[in-house]
């Protein structure tokens, strides 16, 4: 079932390449030649990365960074696997209750961003929200694996899984560049920022290289750098979730024209499985501990891919007006983070189920070439 997911996720990765390259304004300049590398080896989804440089050489520099450093944050920021010489995530939740965990500094600038990002979402977000997402996570797979016997959590369960994700329990020493769980039931679970954040470190290297025209793509979390190397936009398309489950109609939704911007979606479609005939997908809502049934998917676009990844989740939770109100908010300054933490470039994009497209004021804008 993964290696479908992947061949899959690598047709639409190929088809948004085609088709970026058969508008209008694609053609290369002589100065700037076009390279590209996919990789399988990260978050475990297809990526790819897109650059327009003087030489292989140049361009083999800023991939050759900024995998390592996606390499090393997938290996940090996994739940399910021990890496030698590594202490991880799962290094930190296998010792829960018991002790705090030395780690990298690069961990814990993802707890400290995770537990910003609770603050910013109302909760929404929770990266101490392991212990319920484990329970889905299982049944999920169980699912899968054997459709006729897919069943959902037990209630009870998640009940009390749910007693133990108080983001106040997770202790950050930066000092002793520890992290502890105080509670020895709670997990961590970066899935809903981690790949956002890990996308934004990775461009910041390749940026710091002197890079002005490239490209990440992880499994549809994109972070465009500068323009192309002829001087046009990254076209983007944003895949309809209809198509997704149908194979029929128009393929994307909407298509995105970005300079130094992210496009992250959040969907319904990616992962989930079916239980007597409902689809229960990965985006649990602490509101309810099932799958949150606002929309279809939640797309954002603004220049940080971390931010774009975590409110493309948080969004995907909420109504469309709470999260207008949230977005308008961090425009202004005047969001639960105070006013240090403005960001006015700023759009989002809902799909609902009957197919119908709202949108921030300024995302129409993006759709223009």
Known sequence: MRNVKLKQMLALLCAGLTLACSLPGC????KLERYNKQFLDVFDTVSMEIGFEKSEADFQKCYESSHAQLLKEHKLYDIYNNYECINNLKTVNDSAGIQPVKVDSDLIA??????EVYTLTGGKVNIAYGAVLRLWHDKRDAGIEDPAHAELPDQAALEEAAKHTNIEDVIIDEAAGTLYLKDPEMSLDVGGIGKGYATENAAKLIQNEGSENFLLNLGGNVRAIGIKGDGSKWVCPVESPEYRDSQTGDQYAITCYLDGRSLVTSGDYE????VDGQRYHHIIDPDTLY???YHRS???LTEDSGLADALSTALFMMSVEDGKALIQSIREGSSPLGADFKVEDLEAMWIDADGHQEYTDGFLNYTKG
Not at 27 to 30: N, V
Not at 271 to 274: A, G, H, I, N, S
């Open 271 to 274: 992962r989930y499985y079916v």
């Open 291 to 293: 799958p949150a049934k």
């Open 110 to 115: 993802l707890v400290k961003w995770g537990k």
């Open 27 to 30: 053609s290369r300049t002589p």
């Open 298 to 300: 939640v797309s954002i």
